[in-house]
């Protein structure tokens, strides 16, 4: 069974910084793409970055310039550098991975930005 754990979430003053990590229990190349996503209460799962397995990475435009999604292959592991946070960016964080078959979710990581 693959898992996928988030960490590095946290309390963060606006324009503040934090680093989320994903580690995942197999490969990253397994998953055709890995993603960020993002969940506020009351609110739909959005994605926020992605990285293909050629390593190509796209990002949502409320948070293109300011987050980087990248990825560790030999640790299996993908990244979230958040930049200039802004209270908006408060939500749940996950870390989707997507293969042909179905998507892999981990359980979240709680992105708090206020004063």
């Known amino acids: 069974q693959v898992q996928l754990v988030e960490s590095g979430g946290g309390l963060v003053q606006p324009g503040g910084s934090l680093r989320l990590s994903c580690a995942a229990s197999r490969s990253i190349f397994d998953f055709a793409i890995m993603a960020w996503y993002r969940q506020a209460p009351g609110k739909q799962r959005d994605w926020v970055a992605s990285?293909?397995?050629?390593?190509?990475?796209d990002y949502a435009d409320s948070v293109r310039g300011r987050f980087t999604i990248s990825r560790d292959i030999d640790n299996n592991a993908v990244y979230l550098q958040m930049n200039n946070l802004k209270p908006e960016a408060t939500a749940v964080y996950y870390c989707?991975?997507?293969?042909?078959?179905?998507?892999?979710w981990g359980q979240g990581t709680q992105v708090t930005v206020s004063s």
């Open positions: 990285i293909t397995s050629g390593g190509a990475t």
């Open positions: 989707n991975g997507k293969t042909i078959n179905r998507d892999y």
